[in-house]
């Protein structure tokens, strides 16, 4: 399965620095992939080159709503502070049988903020 590249949070391209990010809703078609079984993972992280700035999982940010889809929640804008830059990552789902997915390469892109105190 190749790997798609999405940017992140999924409704939109550039964010700015500050913002609130709105939840995101990830709905997931794999033959046989229950994303309610037991045993089953979902990790977003995202990083500075390799220093981890997101980590998000089921419990910690991310919510199972179906067997095929889940929420990412919202970040809030106090949490949306990296600085300017392009950020990468992945997310990666673990299924009850152990068998590892990588769903999406994350591209994560930040831009400056003009306004002050808004």
């Given amino acids: ?10 409704e939109g391209e550039n964010w700015v ?8 809703v990830v709905t997931i078609v794999e033959a046989g992939l229950d994303l309610t ?7 977003l992280q995202i990083y500075n080159r390799n220093s981890l700035i997101l ?3 089921i ?6 709503t179906s ?3 889940f929420e990412i929640d919202v970040l809030p804008s106090n949490q949306n502070n990296f600085g300017v830059g392009c950020f990468e990552g992945d997310l990666v789902i673990k299924d009850a049988n152990g068998v ?3 769903y999406y390469r994350v591209i994560y892109n930040l831009q400056k903020r003009y306004t002050k105190n808004p």
């Fill in 55 to 57: 980590d998000f999982a």
């Fill in 100 to 102: 590892v997915y990588t």
């Fill in 1 to 10: 399965m190749a790997v798609q590249v999405v940017n992140f949070p999924f």
């Fill in 67 to 69: 067997p095929t889809v």
């Fill in 17 to 24: 620095v500050g913002d609130t990010l709105s939840k995101s």
């Fill in 37 to 43: 079984a037991v045993g089953t993972s979902i990790v």
């Fill in 59 to 64: 419990g910690t940010g991310i919510t199972v």
